[in-house]
């Protein structure tokens, strides 16, 4: 299990050095192999009032004058032991894990994905426990009751519910409960260890909106993994014994159907963290997706970086979490 | 009548959702709103007057700003809001219409005074300044700030960069972080702590305006972080921050060593100020609308989807569609066949059906129609139409004549450029090219990212050149209302760059240069303002720019908002030095 542990720990580490590269690759070298000069780039971050002796001041303080394998180079570094900036009278440390400065702000790239990933998670975390809550339950109660009213009505809630974007659910339960009739003040991100209740309140909305979206395709997924277990023959053993209906149910049925669901439930919770852009925008939740899209906006190439790294390190971590949880679910699966 | 107003809501986001244009508003039940406001009461006059210290103002943004530090922004909106904790040499009138657009002086106890030939100016500081820690401001600070923000772009590089431009030796001092001689830039000199003298280059009668911008404002060297200093600006003003959250929004509170007796022009009614960053625009317009907030800090009016809900209806008193000093344009290049051409320059001048353009990027809630370049709002600005036409409609006639003038009796083809992100400019693009296709001008229309269009398109000549982008879209507002603080980034052959240009007709013209340098070198004011408007004439009849637009703003004030006016000094937004609130 401890070797096990390493070993995938050691994965993600070179899947991130993988991502980080791919990334530095598609925002440094690509723009250069399209004909882009470093004076060009360098102009992008020099403000309305560029001349020839600031793009040379900026190109020079942000490294662009510098091949691009020692550019990547010094990221790295960065990274692992931290690196000095002047941006000012006085040079400044940025600490390991350095992600770099701000090309336009000038600003810590670290301090500022450690002050929105909370969000973020907040966002990810309570969207999570009620999509998976419902959508498990409807997806079960339809599969238990096929063709009945309630799977079909069940499943007709889930089509509208995968068929609808964040950013008109999202839109319309803010001009509803925000609006129209005001049950909340204003929906914005209140930390969790400030006040756990006011946190919940008022990250409500987003969840539903979100969890909206993901419980009906869990619906979905629970309604059929429960269809094709409930049909096997150990069921039908299970029942021949006289257990109980819920306990054949339970932990016959939906044990087996849930190993899928906790596959993409890994998958989706990972990749929530990092990209729930819309429903951030919707809301104007000040989380990392929402960051992305205004760094990608900026071309601030760092904080790009720090993002993505950021997101891929969320999809990775989710995934080891599920490959370690399987063992507890499903007893045919065995570290070695 | 919850149930209708629920039905009502679902429908008009329906609406929005499937891009359908929502007509009417919704319920028209409900109060004056915008207090004792008129439309477009706050454009001549100020609504809501209040002497009623104390409450908060809240604002709330959809972007983020360049820099809320004084000496490192060019956002029209943060030198406005700025003056609020840094206060400059001199200011614009916190007053309303005409009024507003006076130079008064700020930190500076009278305006400049000038020497004959305006090359040498001298300000002397008020008695009893103070920084929110209690130490005494000082000329030293004043000139500290503007080194540090004209001269160290490796650290501060968005703001303007007049002073280097202007002042003798400003091209070879290396700024305050590299040469750290106690002198620093000779030019500006500090003969006593209330004084600084600034020798220039060149006459320069503009330069009380130039005071006003927030780089003036003191920055004391012992607190100067660098591109940091943003996380802990030292208040001149008379608030200071209780917060600041990069890039998500700041608290202001009062700054208790602020003295009104040495600020002749702030009432600094409210007790707290907060802004917040980053906020969904369409949030902004319904936080307005149903007074959750006090303003909408960028000031560049209502969105697209609000505007039917405030154009009429209740709302409607509300609204104040003002100027934001700024011009749509059509730059021809001319460097770009067959624009190098004056004829096939006119051919466009003539054609052009500027009120179809108009239409399409959203008709008069947008601007009107332009027909100089500088806008109505900006001193110096003269009513002229060299290519009057009924209506605005164009004339094909004139325009073919030109055309066969310039050799190309069938028409030609060219490229037009506009910004992918910005709806309204494209809308025009594509209107443009409607338009001229009716007198055989064949448009194909190139689309960049606003983020690079100066930085690596548009604002390249060799770039422009190597593609033929003969037609660029493009607006402008002044950095400072006079016919200069417009004129001189986009018309004076100086402002050809090898990139980053803003002078996009590549228009060099050697008497217009020296009407520029001639004009700001005058200090007799009258004639000096006469001139901008006998310049933007002459670039008229050189037909390298076509306006098309003076933009307008469709502000809304929300009801609890005091003391609101437009202030025509700051792009026709509301002056935040004056808005307080009821709540």
């Given at each position: 299990m401890a070797a096990y542990i390493i070993r995938r720990v050691f994965g993600a580490v070179l899947l991130l050095l993988v991502v980080s590269a791919v990334t530095f690759a598609i925002f440094f070298l690509v723009p250069r192999l399209g004909g882009q000069t470093a004076d060009q780039l360098a102009t992008q971050y020099v403000g309305k009032d560029a001349n020839p002796e600031s793009i040379a001041a900026v190109k020079q303080n942000l490294g662009l004058d510098q091949p691009i394998a020692v550019q990547y180079w010094d990221y790295i570094k960065g990274l692992v032991v931290g690196a000095e900036y002047k941006f000012g009278p006085d040079a400044t440390r940025c600490e390991a894990p350095c992600f770099g400065y701000s090309f336009k702000s000038h600003v810590e790239v670290w301090p500022q994905l450690t002050e929105r990933i909370p969000v973020s998670f907040s966002l990810a975390?309570?969207?999570?426990?009620?999509?998976?809550?419902?959508?498990?339950?409807?997806?079960?109660?339809?599969?238990?009751?096929?063709?009945?009213?309630?799977?079909?009505?069940?499943?007709?809630?889930?089509?509208?519910?995968?068929?609808?974007?964040?950013?008109?659910?999202?839109?319309?339960?803010?001009?509803?409960?925000?609006?129209?009739?005001?049950?909340?003040?204003?929906?914005?991100?209140?930390?969790?260890?400030?006040?756990?209740?006011?946190?919940?309140?008022?990250?409500?909305?987003?969840?539903?909106?979100?969890?909206?979206?993901?419980?009906?395709?869990?619906?979905?997924?629970?309604?059929?993994?429960?269809?094709?277990?409930?049909?096997?023959?150990?069921?039908?053993?299970?029942?021949?014994?006289g257990l109980k209906e819920t306990t054949v149910v339970t932990k016959h049925g939906l044990r087996a159907a849930l190993t899928p669901i906790v596959t993409i439930f890994g998958m989706d919770f990972g990749t929530l963290v990092g990209t729930a852009v819309l429903t951030e925008t919707v809301f104007s939740l000040q989380g990392i997706g929402a960051y992305a899209v205004q760094s990608i906006k900026d071309n601030d190439l760092p904080i790009v970086m720090g993002v993505t790294l950021v997101a891929a390190f969320f999809i990775v971590f989710c995934n080891l979490i599920v490959d370690l949880v399987y063992a507890a679910i499903d007893p045919r699966v065995r570290y070695s | 009548m919850k149930t209708r107003r629920v039905t009502a809501a679902i429908a008009s986001v329906l609406a929005l959702s499937l891009g359908a244009a929502a007509c009417g508003g919704g319920d028209d039940n409900g109060g004056n709103g915008g207090g004792s406001g008129k439309k477009d009461a706050a454009l001549t006059s100020i609504v809501n007057p209040s002497s009623k210290k104390g409450g908060t103002v809240t604002y709330e943004h959809s972007d983020v700003p360049d820099s809320l530090d004084p000496g490192?922004?060019?956002?029209?909106?943060?030198?406005?809001?700025?003056?609020?904790?840094?206060?400059?040499?001199?200011?614009?009138?916190?007053?309303?219409?005409?009024?507003?657009?006076?130079?008064?002086?700020?930190?500076?106890?009278?305006?400049?005074?000038?020497?004959?030939?305006?090359?040498?100016?001298?300000?002397?500081?008020?008695?009893?300044?103070?920084?929110?820690?209690?130490?005494?401001?000082?000329?030293?600070?004043?000139?500290?700030?503007?080194?540090?923000?004209?001269?160290?772009?490796?650290?501060?590089?968005?703001?303007?960069?007049?002073?280097?431009?202007?002042?003798?030796?400003?091209?070879?001092?290396?700024?305050?972080?590299?040469?750290?001689?106690?002198?620093?830039?000779?030019?500006?000199?500090?003969?006593?702590?209330?004084?600084?003298?600034?020798?220039?280059?060149?006459?320069?009668?503009d330069f009380d305006y130039l005071a006003t911008f927030s780089q003036t404002a003191p920055v004391p060297q012992s607190k100067d972080t660098g591109a940091k200093y943003v996380q802990n600006i030292v208040s001149s003003g008379p608030y200071q921050f209780q917060s600041y959250e990069e890039g998500r929004g700041a608290t202001l509170v009062r700054n208790k060593n602020w003295d009104p007796k040495t600020d002749p022009i702030r009432k600094a009614l409210p007790d707290k100020i907060s802004v917040k960053f980053k906020v969904n625009p369409v949030t902004v317009d319904n936080d307005l609308l149903s007074d959750k907030i006090t303003g909408d800090l960028a000031g560049t009016g209502v969105q697209p989807q609000t505007q039917p809900k405030v154009l009429q209806g209740k709302y409607a008193s509300q609204t104040d569609s003002s100027y934001a000093g700024a011009t749509q344009y059509i730059a021809l290049n001319v460097n770009v066949a067959p624009f190098d051409n004056?004829?096939?320059?006119?051919?466009?001048?003539?054609?052009?059906?500027?009120?179809?353009?108009?239409?399409?990027?959203?008709?008069?809630?947008?601007?009107?129609?332009?027909?100089t370049l500088l806008p109505p709002s900006v001193n110096g600005y003269t009513k002229f139409d060299t290519y009057a036409t009924e209506g605005h409609k164009g004339n094909v006639a004139k325009a073919k004549e030109e055309l066969k003038a310039c050799g190309k009796p069938n028409g030609f083809n060219t490229i037009l450029t506009a910004r992918s992100d910005r709806p309204a400019e494209v809308a025009q693009a594509t209107a443009v090219q409607a338009s001229l296709k009716k007198i055989g001008i064949n448009i194909e229309i190139k689309q960049f990212p606003s983020g690079k269009y100066f930085s690596n398109f548009a604002g390249v000549p060799s770039y422009v050149h190597e593609h033929k982008l003969g037609m660029l879209s493009m607006a402008w507002g002044a950095d400072w209302p006079t016919g200069f603080g417009f004129l001189d980034q986009v018309v004076n052959g100086s402002a050809i760059k090898p990139s980053g240009g803003t002078n996009l007709s590549e228009l060099n013209d050697p008497a217009i240069n020296k009407a520029l340098k001639d004009a700001i070198g005058n200090t007799d004011d009258a004639a000096r303002t006469k001139a901008w408007g006998d310049i933007d004439k002459m670039v008229l009849d050189n037909a390298s720019v076509v306006p098309v637009v003076y933009r307008k703003n469709l502000l809304l004030r929300s009801e609890s908002a005091a003391n609101v006016t437009v202030t025509q000094a700051y792009l026709g937004m509301y002056d935040y030095v004056l808005m307080s609130s009821t709540k």
């Open positions: 975390v309570g969207a999570a426990v009620i999509w998976v809550i419902s959508g498990v339950t409807i997806g079960v109660i339809s599969a238990l009751r096929k063709g009945r009213p309630v799977d079909r009505i069940s499943m007709f809630i889930a089509l509208a519910g995968v068929s609808l974007p964040i950013f008109f659910t999202g839109q319309v339960l803010n001009a509803l409960f925000v609006y129209e009739v005001p049950i909340w003040d204003s929906i914005e991100y209140v930390p969790f260890t400030e006040n756990p209740a006011d946190w919940a309140w008022h990250l409500l909305l987003p969840w539903i909106s979100l969890a909206f979206l993901f419980s009906a395709l869990y619906a979905r997924l629970t309604r059929a993994g429960m269809l094709e277990t409930m049909g096997e023959d150990y069921i039908r053993t299970a029942r021949a014994k | 490192n922004t060019y956002y029209g909106w943060v030198q406005n809001f700025s003056r609020l904790y840094a206060r400059a040499l001199t200011t614009f009138k916190p007053a309303a219409g005409k009024e507003g657009l006076e130079v008064v002086p700020d930190l500076a106890e009278s305006l400049g005074t000038p020497s004959d030939d305006a090359k040498t100016w001298t300000y002397k500081l008020r008695k009893g300044l103070k920084y929110q820690d209690g130490t005494p401001i000082t000329s030293k600070d004043v000139k500290y700030a503007i080194l540090r923000s004209n001269f160290a772009p490796e650290a501060l590089s968005n703001g303007p960069t007049y002073f280097k431009a202007y002042l003798e030796g400003g091209d070879k001092y290396k700024g305050p972080y590299k040469d750290k001689s106690a002198d620093g830039l000779k030019s500006i000199e500090t003969p006593d702590d209330n004084t600084i003298v600034f020798k220039l280059k060149q006459p320069f009668a004056i004829h096939c320059r006119k051919a466009v001048q003539w054609g052009l059906d500027k009120q179809s353009v108009l239409d399409a990027m959203g008709g008069s809630p947008k601007g009107d129609v332009a027909t």
